[in-house]
């Protein structure tokens, strides 16, 4: 039966400043593990994946994948936008979410509000409001496979392929495009949640430190009441900047 609603979360062992930071443990639990335990949680998805290349370096983080219940494919390393086609080509997928491995505290809530709001606003193309008004690490995308084949054809330039959506966001005159903002309760755009470098790691490990229990899942919620109550903690990564698309 056709999925509907795929989840894919796009993960590889490379990386530049912190390399093999997917399979990093926090709590004694591989990272990508962590992600893919929050978003089992997710209400209104059909089918969840990891995408990861053909690249050897790569086949631990299948390994750890797979043992943790997961479903991987494999695809092109640098051609991330043909690897995203792939795997819908393989499990189908008539609206697709891209989430990244290096946000280890994506929120369950964020993605089902942002399914919401996309499946209303009927658009090609929807994201999260990161950085304007979430946090950084909140991040999470949706698109119709309609507009993925689209920028396939389309997209010419490396970066295009190397960046799943780039080509939909930078010509909206060819995709009818949208960002789910943030409420006010969830507008923290000083803090930043992703996994890029050794100083966002350990933010992140202090958030699991203070909260994870494997019995009690958190969320935006309690992570933003955390930081808010903890402001020194947010300075630990104050001066790291996104790496440009």
């Not at 912190?18 to 949680?41: A, Q």
């Not at 009927?122 to 999470?140: N, T």
Request: proline fraction near 3%; hydrophobic fraction near 35%; glycine fraction near 4%.
């Amino acid at each position: 039966m056709e999925n509907d609603i795929i989840c894919i979360i796009q993960a590889r062992m490379g990386s530049e400043r912190l390399p093999g930071k997917v399979v990093k443990e926090i709590k004694g639990i591989p990272m990508i593990t962590h992600i893919l335990n929050r978003l089992k949680k997710l209400s209104k998805i059909d089918k969840l994946v990891v995408a990861s290349s053909t690249n050897p370096e790569n086949d631990k983080l299948v390994e750890i994948v797979e043992n943790a219940g997961g479903v991987v494919f494999r695809g092109s390393e640098e051609d991330v936008l043909k690897r995203y086609i792939d795997a819908v080509n393989k499990f189908g997928g008539k609206y697709i979410i891209r989430v990244t491995g290096d946000c280890p505290l994506i929120s369950v809530e964020v993605i089902d509000a942002l399914i919401e709001e996309f499946l209303k606003a009927k658009l090609d193309y929807m994201r999260v409001d990161v950085p304007d008004s979430f946090s950084r690490g909140f991040d999470g995308e949706i698109f119709t496979r309609e507009a993925l084949i689209k920028a396939h054809k389309l997209a010419k330039e490396d970066r295009y392929r190397e960046h799943v959506t780039l080509y939909m966001y930078e010509h909206p005159k060819d995709f009818s495009i949208g960002k789910m903002k943030a409420k006010k309760e969830w507008n923290r755009p000083n803090y930043r949640l992703c996994v890029d470098t050794k100083e966002d790691f350990t933010l992140v490990e202090n958030i699991y430190n203070a909260l994870y229990d494997k019995n009690n899942y958190f969320d935006i919620d309690d992570i933003i009441k955390y930081l808010d109550e903890n402001p020194d903690l947010a300075k630990i990564n104050q001066s790291v900047s996104q790496k440009k698309a």
